[in-house]
């Protein structure tokens, strides 16, 4: 794990925020779990980056802010400081700002968190209602949370996407933040309920944002790459999706 500099001001941590051949190190665990979004922004980004995992959780989780993982870290090379940030939407935010995923204005930076937003929670339900909840329960919270949760983020989002147009985009007319979070989200969704809610006749406007993401080049490199299939496997082992 990096050590994160102290002592320093939040001015002098913002200029190395915004300095531009900072080195980042991102940790997580070796599988896809909350990531896809995130390490696909990196894997597509250009930055000097690397994907780390801890070597012992029990000992590392005290050291990280609250507990948990993602942490990033950043490096400035100049000065030597490391600036660490937890909280995946923290970082997705920061990380869409200085990669260019938080569409063209102050709103459309606004709607495309909202979407975000949204999209984070219908994930965060499915760890809290089905993940975590005991063995002879998961099949009745599965059963729940398709119905009632994954339903509604569907309907809800098919409805949005095709008041503005079934674009592929939810803002603007450039892949986002919000585009890309439904895009990875998509796979373990549907990989969880097969074609029951989400499918090319049922949720077309849906579908046209997973393929608009599928289809950036860098995008699908990162997916067809050894790293992002070692997760996957670990991830299908661990999860079941
Ligand atoms: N609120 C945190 C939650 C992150 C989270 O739940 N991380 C899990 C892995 S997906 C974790 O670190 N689990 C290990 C632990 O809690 O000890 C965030 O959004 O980053």
Redesign the pocket.
């Known amino acids: 794990m990096v050590t994160p500099s102290k002592d320093i001001s939040t001015e002098t941590m913002s200029k190395i925020a915004e300095s531009k051949d900072n080195k980042y190190e991102l940790l997580?665990?070796p599988f896809h779990?909350?990531l896809p979004a995130l390490r696909a922004m990196f894997a597509m980004s250009g930055a000097n980056y690397t994907f780390t995992h801890p070597t012992d959780?029990t000992k590392e989780?005290s050291a990280?802010p609250?507990?948990?993982?993602?942490v990033l870290y950043e490096t400035c090379p100049t000065s030597g400081c490391t600036l660490e940030l937890?909280?995946?939407?923290a970082?997705e935010s920061y990380l869409g700002d200085k990669f260019g995923w938080m569409g063209d204005n102050l709103w459309e930076r606004t709607q495309i968190l909202m979407y975000h937003s949204s999209t984070?929670a219908v994930f965060?339900k499915l760890?809290t209602t089905v993940m975590r909840a005991p063995k002879e329960n998961k099949d009745r919270m599965m059963g729940i949370y398709l119905e009632k949760i994954m339903s509604e983020w569907v309907e809800t989002h098919e409805r949005a996407l095709q008041a503005s147009g079934c674009t592929g985009h939810y803002v603007g007319d450039k892949c986002t933040l919000a585009d890309l979070k439904t895009a990875t989200t998509l796979d373990n969704l549907m990989a969880i309920s097969g074609d029951q809610f989400i499918s090319r006749e049922k949720t077309p406007a849906i579908m046209a944002v997973y393929d608009a993401v599928e289809k950036i080049p860098k995008y699908a490199a990162w997916k067809a790459s050894p790293e992002w299939k070692a997760y996957d496997e670990l991830n299908k082992k661990l999860f079941d999706f």
Do not use: H, M, N, R
């Open positions: 997580y665990f779990g909350v959780w989780k990280t609250f507990g948990s993982l993602p937890a909280e995946l939407s970082i984070q965060d760890v």
